[in-house]
């Protein structure tokens, strides 16, 4: 069983920029596509981004496209979102997770491991 911890959030202000990091516990972390989900109050969880096994690829939801940028780095077994320009409509527990394939994907259940959540918090 892969475990994850993210880091990284925090309260910011509108504008801000902030990076999340997602440390896997497995080497076989690196076999597979990776993304960050989000989740507000009231709210379903969301795609936020994904990046292909070997960094290939990547993908992203198009509230955060040109503003969030997702990378990885096999040799550390992590996994980062580098926000910027961010606005309150951000704000929402982050998640990272672990695809059950090489390839990227937007869908949660597409996903096998998930992180516990980081708190992003973006005040006007």
């Known amino acids: 069983q892969m475990q994850l911890v993210e880091s990284g959030g925090g309260l910011v202000q509108a504008g801000d920029s902030l990076r999340l990091s997602c440390a896997a516990s497995?080497?076989?972390?690196?076999?597979?596509?990776l993304g960050w989900f989000r989740q507000s109050p009231g709210k379903e969880r969301e795609f936020v981004a994904s990046?292909?096994?070997?960094?290939?690829?990547?993908y992203y939801a198009d509230s955060v496209r040109g503003r969030f940028t997702i990378s990885r780095d096999n040799a550390k077994n992590t996994m980062y979102l580098q926000m910027s320009s961010l606005k309150p409509e951000d704000t929402a527990v982050y998640y990272c997770?672990?695809?059950?394939?090489?390839?990227?994907?937007?869908?949660?259940?597409?996903?096998?491991?998930w992180g516990q959540g980081t708190q992003v918090t973006v005040s006007s």
């Open positions: 997770a672990v695809g059950r394939s090489p390839l990227e994907n937007m869908n949660a259940h597409e996903y096998q491991y």
């Open positions: 497995e080497r076989t972390f690196k076999f597979y596509a």
């Open positions: 990046i292909r096994w070997d960094g290939g690829t990547t």
